[in-house]
């Protein structure tokens, strides 16, 4: 059964503006990872934050975590062409799981 | 640093035979585990292997097993390929077992396609 989900299915925004997706779950999870895949490719790792923590920032991202709602959110500010990739957010319960991810477009 | 490798990148074959997928992880990491990627199903975890023990499994069928060796070095096989295992496999790397908290890195992925 799909443990995680994101929404928007799929995000398209001009560059410099900022993205945001979200990213809920149903498991009690140790931490919460978000990572981005270009097509066809692996996925690269952006940011982890830890169940005891509420936000983190790393340059132009920002990640929030809500366990009371067993929600995440990632924030990409002043887009860039080079931002165009799917996103996925990746937590562990008694495995990992995955969401559905998000397709963000930036359009130049 | 090198990163995860896995190979081969891509690979075709037919229904019913077997196949072998190699991973090395980043130098230092012990903990290898292993995902599913399709259109239909998302990315799944298979298992994760940490100093040569299956530490976590994923929901899949026993023809999915995997192994690792004492230099960390993981394989993954699929026995009796079924149409429905087409699909983008991703290996993954660790310091310690992914479930600590520990940032897991991927690599590039393995293309199955089976005919």
């Known amino acids: 059964s799909q443990q995680g989900e994101e929404d928007p299915q799929a995000l398209s925004i001009q560059e410099g503006e900022n993205a945001t997706m979200n990213c809920s779950y149903k498991?009690?999870?140790?931490?919460l990872q978000w990572y981005r895949q270009n097509s066809g490719r692996g996925l690269v790792h952006l940011i982890l934050i830890r169940s005891n923590e509420r936000e983190k920032h790393s340059g132009r991202l920002r990640v929030t975590l809500d366990t009371s709602k067993k929600s995440s959110s990632l924030l990409i500010t002043a887009s860039r062409a080079a931002d165009t990739a799917s996103y996925f957010c990746c937590f562990t319960g008694n495995q990992f799981y995955f969401g559905t991810g998000t397709s963000l477009t930036v359009i130049p | 640093k090198a990163g995860v490798t896995q190979t081969p990148r891509y690979l075709i074959k037919t229904r019913g035979q077997q196949v072998t997928l190699s991973c090395s992880p980043i130098s230092g990491h012990r903990s290898v585990s292993w995902y599913q990627q399709t259109p239909g199903q998302g990315l799944q975890f298979l298992f994760e292997?940490?100093?040569?023990?299956?530490?976590n499994k994923g929901n899949f069928p026993g023809r999915f097993s995997g192994r690792q060796f004492s230099n960390s070095r993981s394989e993954m096989n699929v026995s009796t390929l079924e149409l429905g295992d087409s699909a983008l496999y991703l290996c993954?790397?660790?310091?310690?077992?992914?479930?600590?908290?520990?940032?897991?890195?991927f690599g590039e992925g393995s293309w199955l396609t089976v005919v």
């Open positions: 498991t009690s999870i140790n931490n």
């Open positions: 993954a790397s660790s310091l310690s077992t992914g479930f600590s908290g520990n940032t897991i890195y």
């Open positions: 292997y940490f100093s040569e023990t299956q530490r």
